[in-house]
């Protein structure tokens, strides 16, 4: 996934970055004339109204064990990621990679992040993490394709053509990215 955005709490976001200002829209707060930053305050001074939302649809919040491997890339990260501080691009900084994967690691899940002066030494691509994993572990992976709502990522899909376990990799549209029989 590139540059994905893996929390949708706004008070989480601001523990994570400080100057994040995206979201409120995707929970209704935007408004004609309105600031995405107002929009993000309204996010914050009304998440107890929408934290079922939150919870059901937020990926930090739907990590489980059985959930296959993940690949993150934030190729645009300008600078070094701190926690708490200013992002240059708070909407798509490698800091939402970097917590997820905190999770995933709680949850027994291999994460990895790739943003600038912190590539993985075995996979360059998202596409290559795949393909490496799915012809690794293609007969051992039980994960149920998981589409979700909102811009949320679709994670990859097992189905069976004829009895073979087959897998597609579908973007955050729900488009085929990759198919491997």
């Not at 992002?87 to 291999?110: L, N, R, W």
Request: net charge positive.
């Amino acid at each position: 996934m590139t540059g994905a955005q893996t929390s949708l709490d706004a008070v989480q976001l601001r523990k994570w970055i400080s100057n994040s200002s995206y979201g409120g829209h995707a929970f209704g707060f935007a408004a004609k004339g309105r600031s995405r930053a107002e929009e993000f305050e309204l996010l914050i001074e009304n998440r107890e109204r929408v934290l079922p939302w939150i919870r059901e649809y937020s990926p930090i919040e739907l990590v489980s064990k059985d959930d296959p491997p993940v690949f993150l890339d934030y190729p645009n990260q300008k600078t070094e990621p701190v926690l708490g501080g200013k992002e240059p691009d708070p909407t798509h900084s490698a800091i939402y990679g970097i917590e997820f994967s905190k999770k995933c690691k709680e949850e027994g899940v291999a994460c990895i992040v790739s943003y600038p002066g912190n590539k993985h030494a075995d996979f360059d691509s998202s596409v290559e993490f795949l393909i490496k994993k799915l012809s690794v572990e293609r007969h051992s992976v039980r994960t149920p394709c998981r589409k979700f709502r909102h811009g949320v990522p679709s994670y990859i899909c097992r189905k069976f053509r004829h009895g073979v376990p087959s897998y597609t990799l579908l973007n955050l549209d729900h488009q085929l990215v990759h198919d491997i029989a």
